[in-house]
């Protein structure tokens, strides 16, 4: 144990370390077995449980309190490998933390200090203890490897830099702002002359089957207790009485039965699925999942929404299936005639543009040459990349056409919108604010500089794992089976 760690000292605010429940561990015992290999050398029981351990405690000071989850012990697991593979490597490359690092660590770590501020021997080894089971010497060991794997990755990611013109090309990317004018040909308005015979639906539904399936669908019996108010007591009592009933069927499941003691009536639904409105609910998404996640004749907990609190009892239940033609031919018409009116759009958009580029080299303007064809131009107000336009929505690749072109040029495809396509000419571009830009200048770059560096020891991590060859016998060696 570093007898440094148990001097008084001013600790700066650092991190604070909650209690631990319960978790998935590693049963511990040694049993000849091996955990896996890496790097084509085998890992004991042993030490994987010891980088366990470490990759548990580094959870816990991260997020406090872990649920008693498969899922989390899954994770911790796979973090475990990444810092075998990582102390690995880090070995390999001769890197190394001094006792002195491990104190400073350890010294900016708050939860050790008593009322004073100052560092408290007996704080430090009780929270360790209770709170990690682990001794000083173990949680110092455990710092030791977190240093050295921190430098690992800052000797792979460092190296990623970001230069001015790097940050000035996002800023503008961010902040620069178009003006746009343009023609729509709204797909909705070819709809009157989309036609289509009874033997184009049935070839189109034969060929996208997929799209046309009848969803899962359920009927329930349920009792309801609506809330009277928004008032806490009265929601907690109405929580109550609901449980008191749920407790009563839990013993026989006679819902009807359960609602005439406790002076309620039954409702039914009809069969209805997850997109559909509930009959005497309305759309609740809350009621239909749990509906559908139950089995006939099974009765439910009580489910609360925004508006009471159900229990159900399954009636009836359909399960998803494909349609027969007869069921989703209107559907299957509606989608096929919605198909035609938007090629018929962008097919007459591509036919106008040709035309108004051809004026356009003849010396003619946009505007002029849209009304020769009877067409309306639209103009835009100042839009930023993936901000909302006025008139069009959220529109990506109207967007970038506008930006990708010089000023007073049109587009040289029909730009797909929302609800059609539309012909694009630049109006003007809109320059970013150069004083602002010089205030944001700085912080701007070290955002940037931390995601090329986040994304590089991803790249580099990336890489190493596949070098390590992980080969995990964990359910195996420990007799698991998942």
């Known amino acids: 144990m ?3 760690i148990r001097e008084n000292a001013r600790v700066p605010l650092y991190i604070l370390i909650v209690a631990f429940i319960g978790l998935y561990a590693v049963s511990g015992q040694e049993t000849g077995q091996q955990a896996g290999k890496i790097f084509g050398r085998k890992v004991s029981i042993s030490d994987f449980q010891k980088a366990y351990n470490a990759a548990r405690t580094q959870l816990i000071m991260r997020y406090g309190n872990l649920p008693n989850d498969p899922k989390v ?3 911790i697991e796979d973090e475990a490998w990444n810092r075998l593979i990582m102390l690995h490597e880090a070995k390999k490359e001769r890197i190394k933390t001094s006792d002195k690092e491990i104190v400073d660590f350890v010294k900016g770590i708050t939860a050790f200090n008593d009322k004073s501020g100052r560092f408290s021997k007996r704080q430090y080894e009780e929270i360790l203890k209770y709170s990690f089971g682990l001794t000083p010497s173990e949680f110092e060991g455990q710092v030791k490897e977190n240093l050295t794997i921190e430098k690992l990755i800052g000797k792979h990611s460092d190296s990623a830099t970001v230069t001015d013109d790097d940050v000035l090309k996002e800023y503008k990317f961010l902040n620069e702002k178009a003006k746009a004018d343009y023609v729509l040909f709204k797909a ?11 033997e184009e639906i049935k070839a189109y539904f034969e060929k996208n089957k997929a799209a046309f ?4 669908q359920v009927n329930a019996e349920y009792i309801a207790k609506p809330f009277p108010d928004d008032k806490k007591e009265t929601k907690e009592k109405t929580r109550k009485e609901m449980k008191d009933i749920s407790y009563e069927l839990a013993a026989n499941t006679d819902l009807a039965a359960a609602a005439k003691k406790f ?6 639904t009809g069969l209805f699925n997850r997109e559909t409105n509930i009959p005497g609910i309305g759309y609740d998404l809350k009621f239909a999942d749990s509906a559908l996640s139950l089995a006939e004749g099974q009765v439910s907990g009580p489910i609360e929404t925004k508006t009471g609190i159900y229990i159900i009892k399954i009636k009836e239940k359909k399960p998803e299936r494909q349609a027969v033609f007869a069921e989703v031919k209107d ?4 989608s096929l005639k919605a198909e035609k009116a938007d090629a018929a759009a962008k ?3 591509q036919e106008a543009l040709k035309a108004i580029k051809a004026a356009i080299e003849k010396k003619g303007s946009f505007e002029a040459a849209a009304k020769e064809l009877s067409l309306s131009v639209k103009k835009t107000g100042a839009f930023a990349r993936g901000q909302y336009i006025e008139g069009l929505g959220i529109a990506p690749e109207f967007a970038e056409a506008a930006f990708s072109v010089k000023q007073g040029e049109v587009f040289g495809d029909a730009v797909r919108v929302h609800d059609g396509y539309t012909i694009v000419k630049q ?4 320059p970013i604010d150069e004083k602002k830009y010089q205030e944001e200048k700085d912080k701007l770059k070290k955002m940037l500089t931390e995601q090329k560096k986040y994304f590089a020891s991803i790249t580099w991590f990336s890489e190493l794992r596949k070098k390590a060859d992980l080969q995990d016998n964990l359910d195996k060696a420990l007799g698991r089976s998942r």
């Open 263 to 268: 002076s309620l009536t039954t409702k039914e």
């Open 427 to 430: 109006d003007s571009i809109v």
């Open 347 to 349: 097919a007459k958009a």
């Open 188 to 198: 909705d308005d070819y709809l009157p002359q989309a036609g289509a015979t009874e």
């Open 73 to 75: 012990g899954q994770a």
């Open 213 to 216: 399936k009848i969803p899962a």
């Open 331 to 334: 559907a299957a018409g509606k």
């Open 2 to 4: 570093l007898k440094q």
